[in-house]
T-cell receptor, first 114, second 118 residues
Framework: EPEVTQTPSHQVTQMGQEVILRCVPI?????FYWYRQILGQKVEFLVSFYNNEISEKSEIFDDQFSVERPDGSNFTLKIRSTKLEDSAMYFC????????????FGPGTRLLVL | AQKITQTQPGMFVQEKEAVTLDCTYD???????LFWYKQPSSGEMIFLIYQGSYDQQNATEGRYSLNFQKARKSANLVISASQLGDSAMYFCAMREPDSGGGADGLTFGKGTHLIIQP
């Protein structure tokens, strides 16, 4: 069964460094999302992406975040200058078109900012 | 106000018993979708079941069913014949509107930690 994959599974970085999280969507999926989950808390929506542009973003998704699909396969989330509070699990999710399309989540990248 | 409320932070259930996980939601949009995801200790998010606001029937997927009470704005997950492998966090989530467009980030509840005891 096709699935969403994410790399790396874990990343440790120093505060102020840039990180890029990568996601490979399910092949026929057209809508892409990033979510984060701070340890022990609920999952929070960051951004949705369709047709090579952002469809919606939350208040969390400020200027330090960016997304792109540079090569038509990978979908990336860049955090320009990481802060301690960016430490979280980051999930990519993707879905097909259609009004009943379900978002399928990748396994997540656990980011630790020191 | 919380969009999704899960009032049970934790539940202990005996194996083979049925379990109901509560979820209430708040929206003024007539078109919305409700989802349940399972998060085992390994951390991944596993889709379980979906209910659209216009669906006439309650959704079912194997041992999972959704008790959708629209007037009460509740979407409780029912797991029949619970198994040890059902032990996990369970999250209720909502998409509004449920229109198929790209602006459909899910709003999640805080989750219920379900532990199945042998």
């Amino acid at each position: 069964e096709p699935e969403v994959t994410q790399t790396p599974s874990h990343q440790v970085t120093q505060m102020g460094q840039e990180v890029i999280l990568r996601c490979v969507p399910i092949s026929n999926h057209l809508y892409f999302y990033w979510y984060r989950q701070i340890l022990g808390q609920k999952v929070e929506f960051l951004v949705s992406f369709y047709n090579n542009e952002i469809s919606e973003k939350s208040e969390i998704f400020d200027d330090q975040f960016s997304v792109e699909r540079p090569d038509g396969s990978n979908f990336t989330l860049k955090i320009r200058s990481t802060k301690l509070e960016d430490s979280a699990m980051y999930f990519c999710a993707t879905r097909t078109s259609g009004i009943r399309g379900t978002q399928y989540f990748g396994p997540g990248t656990r980011l630790l900012v020191l | 106000a919380q969009k999704i409320t899960q009032t049970q932070p934790g539940m202990f259930v005996q194996e083979k018993e049925a379990v109901t996980l509560d979820c209430t939601y708040d929206t003024s949009d007539p078109s919305y979708g409700l989802f349940w995801y399972k998060q085992p200790s390994s951390g991944e998010m596993i889709f379980l079941i979906y209910q659209g606001s216009y669906d006439q029937q309650n959704a079912t997927e194997g041992r999972y069913s959704l008790n959708f009470q629209k007037a009460r704005k509740s979407a409780n997950l029912v797991i029949s014949a619970s198994q040890l492998g059902d032990s996990a966090m369970y999250f209720c989530a909502m998409r509004e509107p449920d229109s198929g467009g790209g602006a459909d980030g899910l709003t999640f509840g805080k989750g219920t930690h379900l532990i199945i005891q042998p």
